[in-house]
């Protein structure tokens, strides 16, 4: 069979990466893309050759017309509840792009959507299909570290409107700045918002569920100053047995996919029996234990299909009626996102919050 995918909202320019995920999987096609904006869908339609009768501005008149088994949204950050639950009653699945939501509630009320047809929700982050940090999964899982007792996540790039689809650069101008939802507190922008997700959820994902007791939090906003949001901000939470430490941060001296930059990108993790370090776009991790003290590099296998990107995963899932596990589960993203907003009132607030 062919999967039929739509692509609704374009309010992020990762829907041009997924949707070439789908124009280059042997077993689905894009029978629909939808913004209200429609110059904002130039480039899809160019790159993956879609005719008129698959372009709209209306989501209803998109999803009624094309009944998709999978919708894929990238919406702003504050937004996420508000288009699930827009497209939940249409029937499809839905992958969400990072972040799950702008708070907690908002992340329930997309799984109240969802739940009330029954059909799965994912939520993609793109690092959790880099193969340094798959490799680190399975070396942690397999016990060679130990219990995992730190996590420690630093990671961003020059800023969110430095690069589009397929990292294609551009500097962007304060006046792109100003009209950008990545530069609005109401948008669920900020690199806290844009980044600390990743860190939180991939870290329960590599620290096997582990649950933080409370957390602190810092930010580089300045009342009165030329931004409403963050570009740099420092998360620590306590778990039972340790603290682990979370960096986001928009402004790096490069992004990290051409050169990392200082300090690299990518998490450092520390076990009762050993250490390792998984570096963003790194094609091996390197490993401390007490047999091999002065580190071990382990090489990265690229993931193989279907585990090699978000929407080839999920169709696999989908297939053969499997549960969707890991960083894109509801569970594992949920707990990041407990997480993130326990950051963002301990940042606005000073103090230490209890989860």
């Not at 029937?91 to 702008?102: D, Q, T």
């Not at 020059?158 to 950008?180: F, T």
């Not at 690229?302 to 995963?313: E, H, L, R």
Request: aromatic share 10%; glycine share 10%.
């Amino acid at each position: 069979m062919k999967w039929r995918i739509a692509g609704i909202n374009f309010d992020h320019f990762h829907m041009g990466d997924l949707l070439r995920m789908v124009h280059e999987h042997p077993s689905a096609e894009i029978v629909g893309i939808s913004d209200e904006q429609p110059a904002r869908m130039d480039s899809a339609r160019e790159s993956f050759g879609l005719g008129e009768e698959k372009l709209f501005t209306d989501y209803r008149a998109c999803l009624g017309q094309t009944r998709p088994d999978l919708v894929i949204l990238c919406p702003a950050a504050a937004r996420h509840a508000e288009w699930t639950e827009k497209v939940a009653p249409f029937g499809a699945a839905v992958l969400v792009e990072k972040p799950f939501a702008a708070s907690l509630a908002e992340a329930d009320r997309m799984i109240t959507a969802m739940a009330a047809g029954g059909r799965p929700l994912a939520i993609n982050w793109p690092l959790a299909w880099l193969r340094s940090h798959v490799k680190a999964h399975d070396v942690i899982r397999s016990g060679l570290i130990g219990e995992v007792g730190e996590i420690h996540f630093y990671d961003g790039n020059r800023g969110p409107l430095w690069h589009g689809a397929g990292k294609v650069e551009h500097e962007p101008s304060d006046a792109e700045k100003d009209a950008s939802w990545f530069y609005k507190d109401a948008e669920g922008g900020g690199s806290l918002q844009d980044y600390l997700g990743y860190g939180t959820t991939l870290g329960t994902w590599l620290n096997g569920g582990q649950r933080p007791v409370d957390v602190m939090a810092m930010w580089d906003r300045k009342p009165g100053g030329p931004l409403e949001v963050d570009e740099h901000s420092i998360t620590v939470a306590r778990y039972e047995r340790g603290l682990s430490r979370f960096e986001t941060r928009w402004g790096t001296f490069t992004d990290p996919w051409t050169h990392q930059p200082q300090p690299r990108c990518g998490f450092v993790v520390k076990g009762s029996g050993g250490t390792l370090s998984s570096y963003d776009y790194d094609e091996f991790i390197t490993v401390q234990t007490r047999e091999n003290p002065e580190g071990l590099r382990v090489e990265a296998p690229q993931p193989v299909f279907p585990f090699s990107n978000p929407v080839a995963y999920l169709l696999d899932c989908l297939e053969h009626g499997r549960e969707i596990e890991g960083p894109l589960s509801v569970a594992t993203s949920r707990l990041g996102q407990e997480i993130v907003d326990a950051a963002v009132a301990s940042a606005r607030s000073g103090r230490v919050v209890r989860l």
